[in-house]
């Protein structure tokens, strides 16, 4: 396929948030993936310790301009997640839009990593850099419903108003949104949570359509880390292999999010034991041992076309 | 399987040597892949250009540290590879005799470099034999006869090292190693290879 993708994302020794997380399900589907680490932490900030050191803005300029030297500065996509600095955030966008120059075509994935559950866990002076700079340049997100209504400033409180907040984050610059999780109440009930997703393109005639999709995904009562950083990156995978189908690349998408939950609770209430409470450490995604559901996906979600 | 590595070795944005040519592929063949990368550089020191950062010895020992903190210290395996510093050596052995100390079994594997200081060879010890049921210590010794590539690979000797590692973990009382460079279209024959070269007991 030779697809290739610039990852700029954290690194951990042990455990699978960020560029461990993105990378291997992508190779395993094909992907070149260049990876540019933006941290480098013993394992995520879950656990009760973690140690390690940061990138700094000027250190990952110095990494670009190293690809950059040897004209191999070509990408078909960019996939960027949790970020805390803001010239950090500031340099990759502009590396993103110097790519852009280079390949017209070339696709940024941007999971813009706020917060969740109606409070911030990243700098307040992100915000601004996200709405004016990040989503701008960016062609598919992947907010959850907390960073659609802060990226927007409006609330959602029923389907209609997410619809509404997603065509906003059209006008704003990408294509592709998905809202990953939300508070809305499924159809299927409480043990139930609702996803959204709506796609800009243009048809071979020249018209402009929008296609929306709700999905309702089972609940599971842990908490997982790094999920976001794997749904960002098999959604780049699925919104390639199914160009002009978000139904599909979606369905697809969270089908492997619950394959990989599914087979980590498993084995985390296993070797946690009876009646205790799995640890972060024990929690880590079952990656390696998920391959051949990241290949072939069999479909467990289906997405309802709204 | 559940057979975790920790790997210290160099991490390059782009290319495939160090900790990006041994774990995709120990990876596909199951393993757990804890990876320190001991240095980020943009690409591998043979093309024309190349910039980046190294880890101090330092810094190896904080994030050792964290691991350590959390009491998820345990491997099977230790991998280590291409390394310039000699600080930066001496800790990660340090770590590696303290790793043995959680667990007796551990099989260190390194990959000795050819042009190696008198310091450096004193540091690596060999750790490969095989004792059979019975008890008796036997060395099995192989020759194999690779046809040449008129071209220059980097990272073939991070990914010999690795598939020696898993294949080894696999087949431990076998000799038997297969291998190829281009490691995403390779996967396939990373998990299943053809064998394509036999090797000679001698």
């Not at chain 2, 350590?68 to 005799?97: A, C, E, H, P, W």
Request: hydrophobic share 40%; proline share 4%; charged share 20%.
């Amino acid at each position: 396929m030779d697809c290739r993708v610039l990852s700029v994302q954290s690194h951990v020794v042990r455990g699978y948030v960020g560029n461990k997380s993105a990378s291997f399900p992508l190779q395993v589907l094909g992907f070149e993936v260049d990876t540019i680490n933006s941290v480098q932490f013993s394992n995520h900030t879950g656990y009760e310790h973690w140690k390690g050191q940061v990138l700094t803005a000027d250190e990952l300029h110095v990494l670009y301009e190293g690809i950059k030297l040897n004209n191999v500065n070509q990408y078909d996509y960019v996939l960027t997640g949790y970020t805390r600095d803001d010239s950090f955030l500031d340099m990759v966008v502009d590396i993103v839009q110097e790519l852009k120059r280079a390949n017209p075509n070339l696709v940024y994935v941007c999971d813009p990593v706020l917060g969740d559950n109606g409070a911030m866990y990243v700098p307040e002076n992100l915000l601004p850099i996200y709405r004016c700079k990040v989503v701008p340049a960016a062609d598919i997100i992947t907010p959850n419903q907390f960073e659609a209504e802060l990226l927007t400033g409006r609330n959602i409180s029923s389907e209609k108003d997410a619809v509404e907040v997603m065509n906003l984050l059209h006008s704003m610059g990408p294509d592709t949104v998905v809202i990953t999780s939300s508070d809305l109440p499924s159809p299927l009930g409480d043990q139930y949570l609702v996803a959204l997703g709506s796609q800009k393109r243009v048809t071979a005639d020249g018209t402009m359509v929008t296609q929306q999709i709700r999905m309702d995904i089972p609940r599971v009562d842990a908490v997982f880390v790094g999920t976001g950083d794997l749904f960002a990156a098999m959604l780049l995978a699925w919104t390639h292999l199914h160009p002009d189908n978000l139904k599909m690349a979606c369905e697809k998408t969270v089908s492997v999010l619950c394959h990989v939950i599914k087979r980590t609770i498993t084995y985390a209430k296993e070797v946690a034991g009876p009646n205790r409470r799995p640890s972060p450490a024990q929690l880590e995604l079952r990656m390696v041992q998920s391959k051949a559901d990241i290949e072939d996906p069999a479909i467990v979600v289906n997405a309802v076309v709204l | 399987m559940d057979c975790r590595v920790l790997s210290v070795q160099s991490h390059v944005v782009r290319g495939y040597v160090g900790n990006k040519s041994a774990s995709f592929p120990l990876q596909v063949l199951g393993f757990e892949v804890d990876t320190i990368n001991s240095v980020q550089f943009s690409n591998h020191t043979g093309y024309e250009h190349w910039k980046g950062q190294v880890l101090t010895a330092d810094e190896l020992h904080v994030l050792y540290e964290g691991i350590k903190l959390n009491n998820v210290n345990q491997y099977d395996y230790v991998l280590t590879g291409y390394t310039r510093d000699d600080s930066f050596l001496d800790m990660v052995v340090d770590i590696v005799q303290e790793l043995k100390r959680a667990n007796p079994n551990l099989v260190y594997g390194m990959y000795i470099l050819k042009r190696c200081s008198q310091w450096c060879v004193s540091v690596y010890r060999p750790f490969y034999r095989i004792v059979t049921a019975d008890g008796t210590m036997v060395t099995q010794q192989i020759r194999m006869d690779i046809p040449r590539v008129d071209a220059v690979f980097v990272g073939t000797g991070d990914l010999f090292a690795a598939m020696l590692l898993a294949w080894t973990h696999l087949h431990p009382d076998n000799l038997k190693v297969n291998l190829e460079l281009r490691m995403v279209q390779s996967k396939a024959d990373i998990e299943d290879p053809a064998i394509v070269v036999n090797a000679v007991v001698l």
